[in-house]
């Protein structure tokens, strides 16, 4: 049986920041409350909702783990811990993980796979979760075992073992159409304001491609995507400094009134660089960034 490879898209324009996507997912894969007030990406903290400018003005974007078509982080993991799943999701196995553990072959977990992420930082490691005891890799795995259809051993992403199946706001007819919106990830079906939608690449990227919808501004790559009818939007990265303080001035710079056609692309530059040193640091280190 053949499986969609599933994507979420945020409407960045409907999202209110009323957080109930990050307490959805704390909830369904028990997530430890390690840091209560802090506002970032951490192993007990899979999605969060910031302000992409403006400290809380908005607009607000997810920052979660893009699940990339050619996972770096999945690539030097010594216990082969991260998979590509056909269903797009980038999952973590927690039985393998073994943060700083020597597999057979002696080959020892340096925390590659935060150094190797593209994407600002994914996975966090730490111990995140009441699912398991000690410390693990953690980061969004679009809740594969709990949505989408098939069973995992048929190369679908629903597994008796990670519990019940999550529920579902599709009607019959887009159920028909695409299987695997029988069941959403929780993210999605939390959301009031329907900011979060679960559909196939194909579809998404055609929904933002499509003018008739109005997005003047879209980002996306693997099995996450964001879109804007309002505001210039910035590729939303994991990592605090891009988070809290890169990207803020950069989407301020570029979308603000006053923004200089010739001051821009030398703050750009002068950003860029200070990126470049930062993940340059990051790759010199042995354990890597948690």
């Not at 410390?135 to 519990?163: E, I, Q």
């Not at 959403?184 to 196939?200: E, I």
């Given at each position: ?253 570029v979308s603000g009134p006053f923004a200089k056609a010739a001051l821009v692309p030398t703050l750009l530059a002068g950003g860029l660089m200070a990126v470049i040193a930062r993940r340059q640091h990051l790759a010199n280190e042995t354990t890597g960034e948690v």
């Amino acid at each position: 049986m053949a499986y969609n490879v599933m994507a979420i898209l945020q409407d960045v324009d409907k999202c209110m920041r009323c957080n109930g996507c990050v307490i959805s997912c704390k909830r369904t894969w028990k997530m430890k409350a390690l840091n209560p007030g802090i506002h970032k990406t951490a192993p007990d903290q899979r999605v969060i909702i910031k302000s992409l400018k403006r400290v809380d003005m908005g607009p607000f974007m997810r920052y979660s783990c893009w699940h990339c078509v050619n996972p770096p982080c999945a690539a030097h993991c010594p216990f082969t811990a991260i998979k590509k799943m056909p269903n797009g999701a980038v999952q973590v196995d927690h039985t393998l993980c073994n943060p700083g553990g020597t597999n057979t072959k002696g080959v020892k977990c340096t925390y590659q796979c935060v150094i190797d992420c593209s994407r600002g930082g994914y996975p966090k490691v730490g111990a995140g979760s009441d699912l398991y005891s000690g410390s693990r890799a953690n980061k969004c795995t679009l809740c594969f075992g709990r949505a989408g259809t098939g069973t995992v051993a048929s190369g679908g992403s629903l597994d008796a073992t990670m519990g019940t199946p999550l529920p579902t706001k599709a009607t019959a007819a887009e159920i028909v159409a695409v299987a695997e919106k029988a069941h959403q990830p929780s993210c999605v079906y939390t959301c009031p304001a329907k900011a979060m939608n679960w559909d196939t690449v194909t579809n998404i990227r055609a929904y933002i491609n499509n003018t008739a919808n109005g997005f003047i501004s879209a980002y996306g790559d693997g099995s996450m995507y964001w879109a804007s009818r309002k505001f210039l939007l910035i590729a939303p990265k994991a990592d605090p400094f891009v988070e809290d303080h890169l990207t803020p001035l950069v989407s301020n710079l570029v979308s603000g009134p006053f923004a200089k056609a010739a001051l821009v692309p030398t703050l750009l530059a002068g950003g860029l660089m200070a990126v470049i040193a930062r993940r340059q640091h990051l790759a010199n280190e042995t354990t890597g960034e948690v």
